[in-house]
């Protein structure tokens, strides 16, 4: 069974620091592009951060540019999302995911996330 | 950016009511588009890619069309299981795969 697990989340300050994992089983993770989404309490879907399968390139929203980093260990089957610098508005569960592709003529790749982690909440608060 | 709009916000129908939700992209995105599906506590779930193309598992009463900037998601008779929030997500800007704001479906 293809399956996405995130942990680490928690209560954190503030300023603080907490990193995220997704553990993946069912599927050759090295692979694979994986993505990270969050959603704030009663908020919709908000895009953070990218990988491409090999590490070699990231990307990240400019809501947290410069404060959080992306990363995987192929060897683990494990994606990561180091955080710091919290602030409140950071405060959301976060979701890891898989961007599958599929050709569909000369340079064209239709591409979608499935599936998706169940969610790890993080709480930004003193 | 890449902004999409969908519309509308709240939807309100009964069971057995066909329904349309819109999505509409601030420039063209050809066909790269995916609809999902999220219930509360609960991690999304894909719906459609390729702004048409059915899930293995979905059911068929859930279709996608459109292209360019204009894309509909259609329900064509609610089930109970169906209410929920529906996001559509661009993925024509690697890796900038923006989400619309969500369309909540409710029970009326």
């Given at each position: 069974e293809v399956q996405l697990v995130e942990s680490g989340g928690g209560l954190v300050q503030p300023g603080g620091s907490l990193r995220l994992s997704c553990a993946a089983s069912g599927f050759t993770f090295s692979s694979y592009a994986m993505h990270w989404v969050r959603q704030a309490p009663g908020k919709g879907l908000e895009y953070v951060s990218a990988i491409s399968s090999n590490g070699g390139s990231t990307y990240y929203a400019n809501s947290v540019k410069g404060r959080f980093t992306i990363s995987r260990d192929n060897s683990k089957n494990t994606l990561y999302l180091q955080m710091g610098?919290?602030?409140?508005?950071?405060m959301a569960v976060y979701y890891c995911a898989r961007e599958l592709r599929s050709y569909c003529g000369g340079d064209c790749y239709y591409n979608w996330f499935d599936p998706w982690g169940q969610g790890t909440l993080v709480t930004v608060s003193s | 950016d890449i902004q999409l709009t969908q519309s509308p916000s709240f939807l309100s129908a009964s069971v057995g009511d066909r329904v349309t939700i819109t999505c509409r992209a601030s420039?063209?995105?050809?066909?790269y588009l995916a609809w999902y599906q999220q219930k509360p506590g609960k991690a999304p779930k894909l719906?459609?890619?390729?702004?048409s193309t059915l899930q293995s598992g979905?059911?068929?009463r859930f279709s996608g069309s459109g292209s360019g900037t204009e894309f509909t998601l259609t329900i064509s008779s609610l089930q109970p299981e169906d209410f929920a929030t529906y996001y559509c997500q661009q993925l024509n800007s690697y890796p900038q795969y923006t989400f619309g704001q969500g369309t909540k479906l409710e029970i009326k």
């Open positions: 610098s919290l602030r409140a508005e950071d | 420039q063209g995105i050809s066909s719906l459609i890619y390729a702004a979905v059911p068929s």
